[in-house]
């Protein structure tokens, strides 16, 4: 093969052309000539300063107008809401709340479907072989995450909405008070209250006015007193005791009273400190008048000078009797109980000397004109004639008996919580020795109960607990049996019939007044 012949990269060749070339022209025009002005003026330091500051202010009038955006359309209707007044913003949630209420009512209804049915439809076919026991069916539990640390300290039905109900947290543990709360549950909503309001101290009582039942009164810690408006939205007091009038210590328990002649709201509240006062809601304030001062009878200490000092006691429980509205009872922290007036505070009608440590509860009869129970820490319960001095009835529970009360259904039944975690619910009608149930509500030992309710048309029981959770519970037939005639249709309750069923249980220990029973 013949060697390939390299080529020279770098052979250039140089190549010229002449081109033609166009010929110059020339334009000329005259003008006159702009008018000329002199100018002079005197410069300082402090001129050009300020003309240098007013540079830098225009530069950074400009840079702020470039980075203000053009708002989209999103954003002009947001601005536009912002400007709008508040009434017309609300139209819109206003316009879909009863649908979403009603939406809310049915979800819960289908979570809560099995519950719902026991309530409405169960009943414990074993009671109709056993004769003298009954059982407790847990239905509803209300409970909320804000609550865990704080106990049920009162439980209240609202008057008007049979489902409704209002619960106060608080604490018992004298060390730590938290921020109180009042919260108002209904049954069709087990999973959140309908309405909450919350107070710098813990609630300890509260009560729901019977003929304005958006009212609500609660008893604080620190011996305050407010009364909240379920109406008002802003979830705020709208009356408040002032430091100079209230009480110097815990509000224990407070009842509202019927008008006066004048139509103002007034209540009824006892504390530790031991004062009774009347508290009447004028225009624009809340006014208070001490009814009297409870007074240890015998108990003298000396003062400093070595004058002699009246020892005030302590008030735990207040109630009214139903038919003498001058009329109420007093229990105290060293286990008395009072008999007082209204119209008559000097003194008292009557001392009972009734427990051996505090009162938590006194409740009058709803049917009985004379009859009251109490319970106390010392683990009793006791049933008085507030005609004798001696109680007709003791029932030993072998724990701290936290509340108890009557059933609006029977003038012989009645329950009540334990410190242990357990519901006792009586009917001395049955059986006057013995609970027709004693029913354990809490899994937890160290869980306690602190207080009991019944309502005034379905057969639900309530009970709170100190780990501020409520039960529901579902009395069993019989629980509240109902009178029949011979051929077992049910009779109408009422008031007399109720009165004397009472008074034959209670002629067997009238002659004997004290008659002692146990668990």
Same mark, same amino acid.
């Given at each position: 093969m013949g060697e390939k012949k390299l080529t020279n990269k770098f052979n250039f060749s140089e190549r010229a052309s002449q081109t033609f070339n166009n010929p110059y022209r020339e334009h000329e025009t005259q003008t006159e000539p702009p008018p000329r002005v002199s100018f002079s003026a005197n410069l300082t330091q402090w001129e050009i300063s300020d003309a240098y500051q007013q540079d830098f202010e225009a530069q950074q009038r400009e840079k702020n107008k470039e980075k203000q955006k053009i708002p989209s359309k999103k954003e002009e209707e947001k601005i536009k809401k912002k400007n709008l007044p508040s009434e017309y913003q609300g139209n819109d949630l206003s316009q879909v709340a009863v649908a979403a209420k009603i939406l809310e009512r049915m979800v819960i209804q289908n979570s809560y479907d099995e519950i719902a049915q026991d309530f409405k439809y169960w009943e414990d076919n074993s009671d109709e072989f056993r004769h003298q026991e009954g059982t407790l069916l847990p239905l509803w539990r209300f409970a909320h995450?804000?609550?865990?640390?704080?106990?049920?300290?009162?439980?209240?039905?609202?008057?008007?909405?049979?489902?409704?109900?209002?619960?106060?947290?608080?604490?018992?543990?004298?060390?730590?008070?938290?921020?109180?709360?009042?919260?108002?549950?209904?049954?069709?909503?087990?999973?959140?209250?309908?309405? *909450?309001?919350?107070?710098?101290?813990? %609630?300890?009582?509260?009560?729901?006015?019977?003929?304005?039942?958006?009212? %609500?009164?609660?008893?604080?810690?620190?011996?305050?007193?407010?009364?909240?408006?379920?109406?008002?939205?802003?979830?705020?007091p709208v009356y408040y005791s002032s430091?100079?009038?209230k009480h110097a210590d815990p509000v224990w328990q407070t009842k509202w009273q019927k008008d006066d002649l004048d139509g103002n709201a007034n209540f009824v509240t006892i504390s530790s400190d031991g004062r009774v006062s009347h508290w009447y809601i004028m225009k624009s304030e809340l006014t208070c008048t001490d009814v009297m001062q409870l007074r240890i009878p015998g108990a003298v200490a000396e003062g400093p000078d070595g004058t002699q000092l009246l020892t005030l006691g302590s008030g735990t429980a207040i109630d009214f009797h139903p038919k003498q509205e001058q009329m109420f009872l007093i229990g105290t922290e060293e286990g008395r109980i009072h008999k007082c007036l209204l119209t008559y505070s000097s003194q008292f009608l009557?001392?009972?000397?009734?427990?051996?440590?505090?009162?938590?509860?006194?409740?009058?009869?709803?049917?009985?004109?004379?009859?009251? %129970?109490?319970?106390?820490?010392?683990?009793?319960?006791?049933?008085?004639?507030?005609?004798?001095?001696?109680?007709?009835?003791?029932?030993?529970?072998?724990?701290?008996?936290?509340?108890?009360?009557?059933?609006?259904?029977?003038?012989?039944?009645?329950?009540?919580?334990?410190?242990?975690?357990?519901?006792?619910?009586?009917?001395?009608?049955?059986?006057?020795?013995?609970?027709?149930?004693?029913?354990? %509500?809490?899994?937890?030992?160290?869980?306690?109960?602190?207080?009991?309710?019944?309502?005034?048309?379905?057969?639900?029981?309530?009970?709170?607990?100190?780990?501020?959770?409520?039960?529901?519970?579902?009395? *069993?037939?019989?629980?509240?049996?109902?009178?029949?005639?011979?051929?077992?249709?049910?009779?109408?309750?009422?008031?007399?019939?109720?009165?004397?069923?009472?008074?034959?249980?209670?002629?067997?220990?009238?002659?004997?007044?004290?008659?002692?029973? *146990?668990?």
């Open positions: 995450d804000e609550m865990k640390k704080l106990a049920v300290t009162s439980i209240c039905w609202n008057p008007y909405y049979k489902d409704m109900f209002v619960v106060s947290y608080g604490s018992y543990n004298f060390t730590k008070q938290p921020q109180g709360v009042i919260s108002c549950y209904s049954l069709k909503n087990a999973s959140f209250p309908e309405y *909450s309001f919350s107070a710098n101290y813990g %609630i300890m009582c509260i009560d729901v006015h019977q003929s304005s039942p958006y009212l %609500i009164v609660a008893g604080c810690y620190d011996g305050s007193v407010l009364v909240y408006d379920l109406r008002d939205q802003r979830g705020l430091a100079l009038v009557e001392t009972y000397d009734a427990h051996h440590m505090a009162v938590y509860r006194i409740q009058w009869n709803p049917y009985h004109p004379k009859i009251f %129970i109490s319970c106390s820490a010392d683990w009793s319960i006791k049933i008085w004639d507030h005609m004798l001095k001696e109680p007709l009835f003791t029932f030993d529970l072998r724990s701290t008996v936290g509340d108890v009360e009557w059933a609006p259904y029977s003038s012989t039944v009645f329950a009540a919580v334990t410190t242990d975690g357990k519901a006792h619910v009586y009917d001395l009608n049955v059986n006057k020795y013995a609970a027709l149930c004693s029913q354990a %509500i809490v899994q937890k030992k160290k869980t306690k109960l602190t207080h009991i309710s019944f309502n005034k048309v379905y057969p639900i029981l309530l009970v709170g607990d100190d780990h501020g959770a409520v039960v529901s519970l579902k009395l *069993s037939p019989n629980l509240r049996q109902v009178p029949k005639d011979k051929k077992g249709g049910e009779l109408a309750r009422t008031v007399e019939q109720e009165i004397m069923k009472l008074d034959k249980v209670l002629e067997v220990v009238r002659d004997s007044p004290k008659t002692e029973t *146990s668990r």
